[in-house]
């Protein structure tokens, strides 16, 4: 989610310049026009990204590929909750992790 002042902005005479590599860089912004090929853009990556979170998980965790619509819904997994779905092993903090990982 993203706001776009685009029309407020053209309405007072401002216009957005926007120079970049090729189609894909920065397809949306907030100031330049919103067009169905930056959505379509945006769309195709943000669905590229759940793939590839539901095949690592399915990946890693087998058990969990029956269960891949109850974990993979795209909202953002707290570390208990995500313990208490099979889709993290412990959960600790980054000191603990680090001090852990020296001692060993």
């Given amino acids: 989610q993203m706001p776009n002042v685009h029309d407020a902005l053209s309405r007072v005479g401002v216009r957005d310049l ?3 590599a090729g189609r894909a860089k920065r397809p949306l912004s ?3 026009e919103v067009t169905d090929e930056g959505r379509a ?6 669905d590229r990204c759940h793939a590839a979170f539901r095949e ?3 990946e890693a965790r087998p058990i969990l590929a029956r269960r891949m619509d109850a974990v993979a819904t795209g909202e953002t997994w707290l570390g208990r ?3 208490r779905a099979g889709l ?3 959960v600790e903090t980054c000191d ?3 001090d852990g990982r020296l001692a060993a």
Wanted: hydrophobic share 45%; glycine share 8%.
């Fill in 41 to 46: 853009v945006v769309q195709d990556s943000v």
């Fill in 30 to 32: 907030p100031l330049g």
């Fill in 88 to 90: 993290v092993d412990r």
């Fill in 96 to 98: 603990g992790y680090l």
């Fill in 81 to 83: 909750e995500a313990r």
């Fill in 18 to 20: 926007t120079f970049r």
């Fill in 56 to 58: 690592m998980v399915a």
